[in-house]
């Protein structure tokens, strides 16, 4: 899952029309009377400019060789405004694609307002048994299946093990471990431990797992992030950043983080899956073999790493439906999630891709599988995606001193309160 990637640190949009005769908005109707699909299908994509996006545009050339009469609009929409720029076109019905690429919050979301196209028995459920149940969880809302499951991930703290071995140290597996590992590498190279990342929310769920806590409790309709485990969790990011363990940014964090991490200034990040290949570029890690992961630290209650991921999605009012059900049963393939866990360690949703020789070779997939199925999943209720906002504002604050973890919880819990009615 792709959190977290601030807008200012991906370029504008960008449309590519990827077979000739596509047009600059909207979608052409497409017919299957002739029992060939034709038409235009508009995709928006919200991977990562630079690396994921070249692979995910090359595949979805792939469909056009297939069904030659059908142009694929791709679009690159910035992660950190996709979610609100889809909401606005879909309710003023104009300029919304045909398929977007939803985080798995924004699912039950988008289906809430009734912005999606429902999609069981449709083609774009091609074997539907063969996703991995927590994958397809994200894609259920009041009884029906919204989307479609592209990709699933975790987190885990990446380390650059050159460093690691001229400190004489070893991945930490405790949040105490953490702080005398970073101290020990501060010591013996003059580097920074970790870099803690603080302009996103997402980032801060480790955390708040490790200490027993959650955001809500959906089922009992009750508010937790206030409570004393919420308390204890902002209260550890603190200290790691006052004991000098860690450094953090409350603005740029993604564009800092992997910087500092690729360039060799820091030994550590908490990062996921959609990391890789952007790790892989730095000069650090030019052998990569020098790029070690291991499970987040545990906190006083364990460890724990959210569940996230990306699924795709049909736009309710899309003019062209067969040709958007083909796309999306197409993108989710095996065929294509076999490429895509091959070219991008990106972890697929369909239990028959672990299998392939391409994918159970794949040293990255063969971490992170273990912590996927570990992973603590996220509140699936339409309201899921506005979760992040207040913890966003609080979290930031706590780092940089600007208020305490007490009053930062309690400030993200009246915001749930105000946000989720008559829960407790």
């Known amino acids: 899952m792709r959190r977290g990637i601030a807008a200012t640190a991906l370029v504008a949009a960008l449309g590519v029309t990827l077979a000739a005769c596509g047009s600059d ?18 995709w928006w994509d919200t991977s990562t400019v630079g690396s994921e996006d070249k692979v995910f545009k090359k595949i979805a050339e792939g469909f056009t060789k297939k069904h030659p009469k059908v142009t694929v609009k791709y679009v690159n929409v910035p992660f950190g405004e996709a979610q609100n720029k889809f909401k606005n076109a879909a309710q003023s019905g104009s300029g919304a694609p045909d398929v977007i690429r939803s985080e798995v919050a924004w699912t039950p979301d988008f289906a809430s307002l009734g912005y999606l196209q429902p999609l069981d028995k449709t083609p774009a459920l091609k074997d539907e048994g063969d996703f991995l149940p927590q994958a397809a969880a994200s894609t259920k809302f009041d009884g029906k299946t919204y989307a479609v499951p592209q990709v699933i991930d975790s987190m885990g703290i990446f380390y650059n093990k050159k460093i690691f071995k001229e400190a004489g140290v070893e991945a930490p597996k405790t949040i105490a471990e953490l702080k005398s590992v970073s101290a020990k590498i501060k010591e013996k190279t003059g580097k920074t431990g970790l870099y803690l990342r603080g302009d996103d929310p997402y980032w801060f769920l480790s955390f708040l797992y490790g200490e027993g806590g959650d ?7 009750t508010i937790t992030i206030d409570d004393a485990k919420g308390v204890k969790a ?5 200290d790691l950043v006052d004991s000098k363990a860690a450094i953090t940014d409350a603005t740029n964090g993604w564009e800092n983080m992997q910087a500092a991490f690729k360039d060799g200034k820091v030994a550590m990040m908490i990062n996921g899956p959609w990391a890789v290949t952007d790790t892989y570029a730095g000069k650090e890690f030019a052998d990569k073999a020098n790029l070690g992961i291991a499970p987040v630290p545990a906190g006083s209650a364990g460890q724990g790493a959210p569940q996230g991921g990306h699924n795709l999605a049909i736009y309710a009012g899309s003019k062209n439906l067969d040709a958007s059900y083909a796309f999306t049963e197409y ?9 895509i866990a091959k070219e991008l360690s990106l972890l697929p949703t369909r239990q028959s891709v672990f299998i392939k020789p391409d994918v159970a070779t794949n040293e990255m997939i063969g971490f992170f599988k273990p912590v996927v199925e570990k992973a603590v999943e996220r509140p699936w209720i339409p309201e899921g995606g506005s979760l992040f906002d207040p913890i966003k504002v609080e979290y930031a604050k706590v780092l940089t001193g600007q208020t305490t973890p007490e009053q930062g919880a309690k400030a993200i819990g009246d915001s749930y309160r105000k946000l989720l009615k008559d829960w407790k």
């Open 25 to 42: 908005s909207g979608s052409d109707g497409g017919s299957k009377s002739s029992g060939e699909l034709s038409g235009t299908v508009t």
């Open 215 to 221: 955001m809500v409790d959906a089922a009992g309709k």
């Open 234 to 238: 902002l209260a550890t990011v603190k």
């Open 331 to 339: 993108m989710t393939s095996v065929e294509t999630q076999t490429q």
